[in-house]
């Protein structure tokens, strides 16, 4: 089976690409934790073609976080099936992924993202020249529900893609206009899935164990995709994964695995590749910390006390303070 993390019933939970939060460390955290399939942060073909170093840093991965895709998106066929050859042959990932979802409009603008949703024609012809691009890598896809609420094209963008050769399905229950906003439309989801024969996997509002399971017994989607329920709390796959084995949410994780944690991928960050920024001042990483932070005791206190954290040394003292009890 060219995807064979959907063999044999098996349900997976992939970690969503989130630009600036999901690097490669941030995904060994969530891979630990128990996520089963992941997506690099998604990349400009353009980059990959005439860019420098920067933009192959974005699609790095280690061995350990198989099965990886790489995710890229980009206005033209050409690009993005040249793109595809390039990152086939210098890190020859599981699956090659095309985002036709991304509603920021930087990408928008450029006839990118979902704003191909406007020309499923157009889109689907970019598909077609990465499948045919790679023959020996699968190929798959994100998309969003369509455009605004008059213009809901999941269905038949789904069978378009599948009809050139995509072979999974990722769709965020959400137009572009939505943004990140309001409830997804899993309705939707769920209508496309029983129509399509490719795995759809379902993004949207997927923040709890519970919800998971309702998902899995009441639709034919064939795994789902979690971002923000994971940004900050990677500890959301155990959960998930125990919940579906045994019928009960485990504990959460303590204060001080919390702290291991944060403290443990501050120093990771520190001798990152990737890492362009000055070693002895670290705001430079303070969202991704304070992400960590999410659920933990005193947490809004916390947060605005960061901003007075520059160094590691501040860092380890504020986790010994929290540690101790004295917030």
């Not at 965020?172 to 029983?194: C, F, L, N, S």
């Not at 940004?231 to 919390?258: A, D």
């Not at 916390?302 to 010994?320: G, H, I, M, P, Q």
């Amino acid at each position: 089976m060219a995807l064979p993390w959907f063999s044999n019933g098996a349900f997976p939970l992939y970690l969503a690409p989130m630009a600036r939060y999901t690097d490669v460390l941030y995904r060994q955290l969530c891979k630990e934790q128990g996520a089963d399939v992941m997506v690099t942060e998604f990349v400009r073909a353009d980059a990959l073609i005439h860019g420098g170093p920067e933009a192959w840093r974005a699609v790095d991965f280690t061995e350990a976080q198989r099965p990886m895709g790489v995710q890229i998106f980009g206005s033209t066929a050409a690009a993005m099936a040249e793109a595809a050859r390039r990152i086939v042959e210098r890190v020859a990932p599981d699956f090659i992924d095309l985002n036709f979802g991304c509603p920021a409009s930087c990408v928008t603008d450029k006839q990118a993202g979902s704003a191909l949703l406007q020309d499923p024609p157009a889109l689907a012809k970019i598909a077609q020249h990465v499948v045919q691009a790679v023959p020996a890598t699968p190929v798959t896809a994100k998309i969003r529900i369509g455009w605004d609420a008059k213009s809901i094209v999941a269905e038949d963008v789904g069978v378009r893609l599948q009809d050139v050769g995509v072979q999974a399905l990722a769709i965020h229950g959400r137009t572009k206009e939505q943004g990140y906003r309001g409830e997804a439309d899993w309705d939707v989801i769920h209508t496309v899935a029983d129509k399509l024969l490719i795995p759809v996997i379902g993004n949207g509002n997927v923040c709890s164990a519970a919800r998971v399971q309702a998902i899995r017994e009441q639709s034919s989607v064939a795994g789902v995709m979690i971002g923000r329920g994971a940004l900050g709390y990677p500890w959301i796959f155990r959960e998930i994964k125990h919940f579906l084995q045994n019928g009960e949410i485990p504990p959460p994780p303590t204060v001080e695995q919390r702290w291991d944690t944060l403290l443990g991928y501050a120093r990771l960050l520190l001798q990152a590749p990737f890492r362009s920024h000055d070693v002895g001042n670290i705001r430079w990483m303070h969202s991704k910390l304070k992400a960590l932070t999410k659920e933990m005791p005193g947490c809004r206190k916390l947060r605005v006390e960061f901003e007075s954290v520059t160094s590691l040394d501040d860092l380890e003292r504020l986790a010994e303070k929290y540690r101790e009890g004295r917030s």
